[in-house]
């Protein structure tokens, strides 16, 4: 199975963050529930953004079923929307 993949950008369109999902976690769905492996990174506003370094940390993220993350204040709510579409992406995607 592949990789979900979603850049995420700031207010002024730059590139901030990444999220991933890497498939159905099996630990945690229940019943017809169904628990995702999704990881997150952000970009400190003062670092150049590196998209692989990026990938590489959310998908690590997704993997240990971590989404602990430092979330910059003017990212939240662009955080909160990417969410979503992701698990609307990974509920189509991992059937």
């Given at each position: 199975m592949?990789?979900?993949?979603r850049?995420?950008?700031?207010?002024?369109?730059?590139?901030r963050?990444c999220?991933?999902?890497?498939?159905?976690?099996?630990?945690?769905?229940?019943?017809?529930?169904?628990?995702?492996?999704?990881?997150?990174?952000?970009?400190?506003p003062?670092?150049n953004?590196?998209?692989k370094?990026?990938?590489?940390i959310?998908?690590?993220r997704?993997?240990?079923?971590?989404?602990?993350?430092?979330?910059p204040?003017?990212?939240?709510a662009?955080?909160h929307?990417?969410?979503d579409?992701?698990?609307?992406?990974?509920?189509?995607?991992?059937?």
């Amino acid at each position: 199975m592949s990789t979900l993949v979603r850049y995420m950008k700031d207010n002024k369109g730059r590139t901030r963050g990444c999220i991933v999902c890497t498939g159905k976690d099996p630990k945690y769905g229940k019943g017809n529930m169904y628990a995702y492996k999704i990881g997150i990174s952000f970009c400190n506003p003062k670092d150049n953004f590196d998209k692989k370094t990026a990938l590489n940390i959310a998908i690590g993220r997704a993997k240990n079923s971590s989404i602990n993350a430092n979330v910059p204040k003017n990212m939240a709510a662009i955080l909160h929307d990417e969410w979503d579409r992701m698990l609307v992406r990974a509920r189509k995607y991992y059937k």
